[in-house]
């Protein structure tokens, strides 16, 4: 019978238990409330569920494919498989371990039939021990290695020797095992994905059961070829009749053990059997709850079981995952949620004194979590919230936090150096004593740079001290991603017409993403963000770009090495208010650019950061008022001090930058610079 719940108020109302097959639960005539509701198998596809309330509901089997999700409350909700779904999922792995329950007793007859009179008369025991010696040797690289590339070789090769020596035989005993190895491994990782251990612990079970009663006819079989068919034996045949029952039974058990220890580290998310864990995810997430490309934002999973559930293409900004349960087991596709590290933080809310070093955490909801000591260098934190978070004595040098959410932080010692924020970034209420502003001690001060300057002052809470040091960091920083196989000369053109066109632009650096490439560079106030873009736009149409075997040309060092003359164009076009000293500083930072030019010991890659680095104290020259270029050249000279710190004493570029660069620092004021 149909049942109908249209225009029907149901807020708060239990449907736990009930039958509520074929029913419409339409969001827009129930006012998105169903806790509690029993909504198995149920389907939003597509709807607009924005604030909608599913908390401890039962959604296995649901459909919110394309649904509308922002700010939902799924907290303490039962995601996953259907139960019929369930049974067919471990029925299948059943089916798997006992096509490896037949596989892997033939590797123990191939094996074992090395060891018969027949076999050792017309050839050698040799052959046996060396197929023995091969597959123990195979397994171990299975083991320690994964089975990635390394273990493939070491098949291969392992392969070829036994082949040289035992013939087809072993070939086929090797092959086998090593797919009767996968084989347990995909049955019990589906089979404890879909159905807990005890699914694992039924699976196992059959295929012990198979193996066992394969094993026992192999044996047979072995016996009757090595005693001929009357089966007549003696005490000697009695003994090699144990031997090779103890022989084949071993075998078995290994490929067993192997197969069972490669699911368990699967998933328990070692990258070795990374390639098993996600066949196992995406197999047991079929018939499960789906997600699929569902708008998440700002939706709460907290404490929600979310085994066999499917993330796949959905938009997760700032979702709170807190104490979620099995998250492992979903399929999330390539999204943030993919890296063990960053999946355990979320749902832990813990990352006390750990690494996230270059992390993607972009748009995640750490809302409250203990980062105290956290490495978060290099991180991207755009439009997470941290709200409430415990950022003490953190690392967060040259995180991106572009609108990302502080308020109510604690972030006393922690280290700010080159961190890139904007007017979106929210500090409201933010509470911090003092901070650093260099990850490591000056070399030439040998401080970092403590704000406030003396070790006995703090910042008063609630005083804005500490919002003025951040406004600082307020960059019209633009980052411009150019193709892998962009036309190398098109964009030496274009860099250069851009300077010219706009010398108050300062380059940072140009550098590799993945296949890409990522120009940084800085824009004066008011400036057109798009328009600055659109000089490179040209660059990714088809027609130019470069052909695939031409890229290898194309480094970022390379192309750096070839803005020398931007370089002097930025260092020229020095104006007021450097009347008097103008043309000091142009002489002095012309100086220092030749003498890094002229330098042999300096690697390509170095010298052009270092010409960037030039390029970025002309700028301070050219906005000597404005403090977020102050810091930005105080940051250069630390990273050419460093660079040259590297070089031969007796080098014409270290004597020259011992001369020039203190002169340069007290012409440019950064000696005085207060944040």
Not at 612 to 638: C, D, F, W
Request: some cysteine; glycine content about 8%.
């Amino acid at each position: 019978m149909h049942k109908e719940f249209r225009h029907i108020n149901l807020r708060g109302k239990s449907l736990e238990g009930e039958d509520s097959i074929g029913a419409n639960f339409s969001s827009s005539n129930i006012g998105k409330d169903f806790r509690h509701a029993n909504l198995r198998g149920k389907s939003f596809q597509g709807e607009d569920l924005t604030g909608a309330n599913f908390s401890y509901s039962d959604i296995r089997g649901a459909n919110f494919t394309n649904a509308i999700l922002t700010k939902a409350n799924f907290s303490h909700t039962q995601a996953g498989l259907l139960k019929h779904w369930t049974s067919s999922l471990v029925i299948v792995s059943l089916i798997l371990l006992t096509i490896s329950g037949w596989i892997t007793p033939i590797t123990s007859s191939w094996i074992t039939w090395f060891f018969t009179p027949d076999f050792i008369e017309q050839h050698s025991i040799f052959a046996g021990v060396i197929t023995l010696i091969a597959l123990i040797i195979v397994f171990i690289a299975i083991i320690v290695q994964g089975l990635g590339i390394v273990a493939l070789g070491v098949t291969a090769v392992v392969a070829l020797v036994v082949s040289l020596v035992a013939g087809l035989a072993g070939i086929v005993a090797i092959i086998s095992a090593v797919i009767g190895a996968i084989a347990v491994a995909l049955g019990v990782a589906v089979a404890v994905a879909v159905a807990s251990s005890a699914g694992g612990t039924i699976a196992v079970l059959v295929v012990v059961a198979v193996a066992g009663v394969r094993t026992i006819r192999e044996v047979r079989t072995v016996a009757e070829i090595g005693f001929g068919a009357s089966g007549a034996l003696d005490l000697g045949g009695l003994g090699l009749l144990v031997g090779w029952s103890i022989l084949a039974v071993t075998v078995v058990v290994a490929v067993l053990g192997v197969g069972h220890y490669i699911a368990w580290q699967a998933l328990a998310g070692d990258d070795k059997y990374a390639w098993i864990h996600h066949i196992t995810v995406v197999f047991a997430s079929t018939g499960g709850t789906s997600f699929r490309q569902a708008n998440l934002t700002d939706a709460n999973f907290n404490y929600a079981l979310l085994n066999n559930t499917n993330f796949l293409e959905a938009i997760i900004t700032r979702t709170r995952w807190y104490e979620a349960k099995q998250l492992d087991l979903a399929r999330v596709g390539d999204s943030i949620l993919r890296q063990a590290a960053v999946r355990d933080l979320l749902v832990t809310g813990n990352g006390y004194k750990k690494s996230y070093e270059g992390a993607n955490l972009q748009g995640t909801n750490l809302i409250g979590a203990n980062l105290n000591q956290a490495n978060l260098k290099k991180a991207n934190l755009s439009h997470s919230t941290l709200q409430g978070a415990n950022l003490e004595e953190a690392n967060l040098a040259q995180v991106q936090a572009n609108a990302t959410n502080f308020r109510g932080a604690y972030l006393t010692g922690s280290c700010l150096e080159a961190w890139e924020i904007d007017s979106t970034t929210m500090l409201d209420r933010v509470d911090c004593r003092y901070i650093y502003l260099l990850e490591h001690p000056c070399p030439i001060k040998g401080d970092r740079k403590r704000r406030p300057q003396d070790p006995n002052e703090v910042f008063t809470f609630g005083s804005g001290d500490f919002e003025k040091i951040c406004q600082s960091f307020w960059m019209n920083i633009v980052r411009i991603y150019l193709p892998k196989r962009m036309n190398r000369e098109a964009f030496i053109t274009t860099y250069q017409q851009l300077m010219e066109d706009n010398p108050g632009i300062i380059p940072h650096k140009l550098e590799k993403n993945n296949d890409d490439f990522v120009l940084t560079i800085t824009l004066p106030k008011d400036t057109d963000n798009q328009k600055i873009k659109d000089y490179f736009s040209y660059l990714t149409q088809e027609k130019n770009l470069v052909p695939i075997s031409q890229t290898s040309k194309m480094t970022g060092s390379v192309i750096l090495g070839e803005i020398s003359g931007s370089v002097t164009h930025v260092i020229t076009q020095l104006t007021t208010p450097f009347k008097r000293d103008e043309l000091k500083i142009q002489e002095l930072l012309t100086k220092l650019q030749r003498a890094i030019e002229a330098e042999a010991d300096l690697s390509e890659e170095d010298t052009a950061e270092a010409l960037v680095q030039v390029a970025t104290l002309a700028g301070a020259a050219k906005n000597p008022q404005e403090i977020a270029i102050r810091n930005l050249a105080q940051t250069a000279i630390k990273i050419l001090n460093s660079k040259f710190a590297s070089l031969p004493k007796n080098s014409q570029l270290v004597e020259e930058s011992q001369k020039l660069l203190p002169i340069i620092e007290e012409r440019l004021g950064l000696t005085l610079v207060g944040v």
